[in-house]
């Protein structure tokens, strides 16, 4: 009977820590692409050391993306059977403020109930030069001014 009572309640922790997780996001809109509309999650913004900050982003699929990204998960075999499904795209960046580089951390393409259809490498995480005017450029902006207000705050 112990057991019963120690699995419910890990299972319960488990349970609650996820959903506190989905329940954290505060998802903001910054920019729209040809493939659908960009947010990032504002509450996911971090200072990684006194260059670099990281922020989750999240890109809903319009139909164009959703065409796109099917192509492309055909080419690696990771093709979903049905197009329609395919809902968003999580994607971990980091950007380098002081030098405007971002690299992708980590990349995840997800279907209609948030389950992940594939991933991206590990050897993505290349860093770039962030274009002027571009929707990194965008980013950019909002993470690192985020940076600063919150060393402000701390002094």
């Known amino acids: 009977m112990k057991i019963r009572n120690l699995q419910g309640i890990i299972c319960f922790v488990i349970f609650f820590l996820i959903t506190n997780q989905a329940w954290a996001a ?10 659908g509309d960009m947010y990032y999650d504002k509450s996911s913004i971090k200072k990684v050391n006194k260059n670099n900050s990281r922020v989750w982003t999240k890109k809903t699929y319009n139909e164009k993306g959703k065409l796109e990204e099917y192509s492309l998960l055909q080419k690696t075999g990771k093709a ?20 405007e580089k971002i690299k992708t951390s980590s990349n995840s393409i997800r279907d209609k109930r948030g389950h992940v259809v594939a991933s991206t490498p590990q050897y993505y995480g290349k860093w770039n030069d962030i274009a002027r005017k571009s929707n990194d450029e965008k980013l950019k902006n909002i993470v690192c001014s ?9 002094k």
């Open 26 to 35: 505060d998802w903001k809109f910054f920019a729209s692409s040809g493939g």
């Open 80 to 99: 979903p059977g049905n197009i329609y499904i395919l809902s968003h795209e999580l994607i971990l960046f980091e950007i380098d403020c002081v030098n």
């Open 146 to 154: 985020a940076g600063k207000s919150s060393i402000t705050k701390n």
